[in-house]
Structure formats: structure tokens, C-alpha cells
């Protein structure tokens, strides 16, 4: 449905999308990831036809950002990451404004209004000034507004930025239920939200794509490494990467948050199989005092910081 292909966006010598290129599907909710200034409200931006691409296009259905700009804004519903609210208005007058500019008649207007009010949750609201309602209020009211037109593909930029953890859940209810109607574009930074609700992410780092793929097999692929913590006393950390660095399957002995005389190390270790007998049995040779000894299995936190650290 949506193409994008080797699109960039320069400012100056700063490349805030370089050369990234994906499909989205309909139908599909797809999480955008990334840092903060990693260019995902760029990317937004450009795709919504707001900003000019320095170079590439995209394409949805076959029309291209270029020649066919207002064909493509009907199709989308945009909520920026500060959503263009008027704090003085009722959340009713605001959406019936809303309504007029899309154009609707005045009973479709009306029946859109009720219906998006009862989708985002909002009937016990509407003759309330908006700039009474609290942050995740105003935020279902800018779902609302960015879905009066129906439109076939909805971009979302940080819809949860600011709330509360039980005002996140409500708009990730809300998104869950949109995106069985409607393609999706969900940016995000935060990894729980893009889990819960996403059918795939596309993770950007500093302008382009580090990684694209549904959650289950980001996980699998990249989450293959294990991390084995151990705590030593009467240890060094350059005598344990001498013994422990030549196991087959060990990727990195790094030193972990020692104190107290406790040498703590971390122990990547890239292979399918359980290596722990082979570490232990190397740790028996040595005269230290072995305080802790631990594996965990990579999350998606841990991959995403993995594929967007600095080096």
C-alpha cells in the first residue's frame, strides 16, 4: 500500500532520513522506532506530504508524494506528537470545525461525531473545554480528529508521550481497535508500547534503518545472544577474560557494576546452545570466590539499545 523508496531528507550537512526504504501493508499496524532525533517525525512528516524529500519518493497506491499531494492527504488521518488542539473550544464545537473542513454534510457530521466519540472514549467529555481535560483526554481527542475524514491510513507520532501508564494502555486499546480497520503508523521510542500493539517495526537509527521485521522474529534473529552475569571476589577482570574468552560461543566478557571489592562481569555469549557448563568448569580452575552466576535471554529492549548505540 505504502512505498518508500531511497528516501532522504537533508538540513544542511545533518541527514535526517538517509536513503531509507520500506513497504508498509494494509491493513497493518507498523511501529516507526528509533531515538529521540533518530528522524522519525521527519519521515512523518514527509510521508503526511508536510515536508519536501531532499531526494527519493514515496508512493501510496501507486501515487507519489510529489504530483499527487492532496490525493494522498484524503487518505490520511494525522496526530503529531502535539496534537493542533484549541484549549478555549468544547471538544464537541471543536470536532463539528473539524468536520466542516473535511467537508462533511451536516448528517454525516453528526453521525461521524458520535461514532468517534464513542471509538476514543470520549461521550462523557464532549461539552467540556478542552483545555480542562487531562493530557490523555486531549489525546483521544486528537484520535478523533486526525480519524474524521475515515481515512484509509492513520499516522501517529508519539500518541502516548506524556501519559501516565494507565492512560497508555487506554490509547493502546483504542489503536488495537482502529487497526483492524485501518493501516497504521505508529512512532515510538518507548519498546513496551511497540510490542503490545504493532504488527512489525522498522527501527531507525540517525536517518536510516537498522532493523525491519515483525517483533516475534526481531526477537528470534537478534535474540539469539544470551548474557551470563557473574559476580567474583579475589578476581581481576583481565584474568576472567583470559579464561573465559577462549570458550567456544563466547562473544564478550565485559565488566558489569563492581563495588565492594565484587568484580562483576557480563558474559555475551552468541550461540544456541547452553555454554554455562563449560563457563563454570573454566571459573573451578581458578581460585576465586564465585558470588553469582545468572543467565538472561535478550529482550527488545535490549536489542533495540544494541542496534542504536553510538558505536
Given at each position: 500500500m505504502i512505498k518508500v523508496e531511497n528516501l532522504s531528507k537533508h538540513y544542511g550537512e545533518i541527514r535526517a532520513v538517509d536513503g531509507i526504504g520500506f513497504e508498509i501493508n494494509q491493513g497493518e499496524i507498523l511501529?516507526?522506532?528509533?531515538?529521540?532525533?533518530?528522524?522519525?517525525?521527519?519521515?512523518?512528516?514527509?510521508?503526511?506530504?508536510?515536508?519536501?524529500?531532499?531526494?527519493?519518493?514515496?508512493?501510496?497506491?501507486?501515487?507519489?508524494?510529489?504530483?499527487?499531494?492532496?490525493?494522498?492527504?484524503?487518505?490520511?488521518?494525522?496526530?503529531?506528537?502535539?496534537?493542533?488542539?484549541?484549549?478555549?473550544?468544547?471538544?464537541?464545537?471543536?470536532?463539528?470545525?473539524?468536520?466542516?473542513?473535511?467537508?462533511?454534510?451536516?448528517?454525516?457530521?453528526?453521525?461521524?461525531?458520535d461514532q468517534l466519540a464513542a471509538t476514543c472514549s470520549i461521550k462523557e467529555v464532549m461539552h467540556q473545554a478542552i483545555g480542562e481535560l487531562s493530557k490523555g483526554y486531549k489525546q483521544r481527542v486528537g484520535l478523533a480528529q486526525a480519524m474524521m475524514g475515515d481515512p484509509e491510513i492513520l499516522v501517529l507520532d508519539e500518541p502516548t508521550s506524556g501519559l501516565d501508564p494507565n492512560q497508555i494502555i487506554e490509547i493502546r486499546t483504542i489503536i488495537k481497535k482502529i487497526g483492524k480497520e485501518k493501516t497504521i503508523i505508529l512512532s515510538t521510542h518507548i519498546l513496551s508500547e511497540a510490542e503490545a500493539t504493532c504488527d512489525r517495526v522498522v527501527i531507525i537509527n540517525k536517518g536510516r534503518i537498522v532493523a525491519d521485521s515483525p517483533i516475534e522474529e526481531l526477537k528470534q534473529s537478534l535474540g539469539k545472544e544470551s548474557l551470563i552475569a557473574l559476580a567474583f571476589r579475589n578476581a581481576d577482570l583481565a584474568a576472567v577474560r583470559a579464561a573465559l574468552g577462549p570458550i567456544a560461543g563466547v562473544a564478550a566478557v565485559e565488566p558489569g557494576e563492581s563495588n565492594d571489592g565484587i568484580l562483576a562481569v557480563n558474559v555475551t555469549c552468541r550461540t544456541g546452545e547452553d555454554i554455562r557448563p563449560q563457563i563454570y568448569a573454566a571459573i573451578k580452575k581458578q581460585d576465586w570466590q564465585l558470588l553469582e552466576f545468572h543467565q538472561q535471554f535478550r529482550s527488545l529492549e535490549n536489542i533495540f539499545r544494541e542496534l542504536t548505540k553510538e558505536n
Open positions: 511501529g516507526l522506532l528509533g531515538p529521540n532525533g533518530a528522524g522519525k517525525t521527519t519521515f512523518m512528516r514527509i510521508l503526511t506530504c508536510y515536508l519536501n524529500p531532499t531526494a527519493g519518493t514515496i508512493r501510496v497506491k501507486d501515487l507519489n508524494i510529489k504530483d499527487h499531494a492532496l490525493e494522498i492527504r484524503r487518505m490520511m488521518g494525522y496526530l503529531p506528537e502535539n496534537a493542533p488542539l484549541y484549549p478555549d473550544m468544547l471538544v464537541y464545537d471543536y470536532l463539528r470545525y473539524v468536520a466542516d473542513i473535511r467537508g462533511l454534510d451536516r448528517e454525516a457530521k453528526r453521525q461521524r461525531i
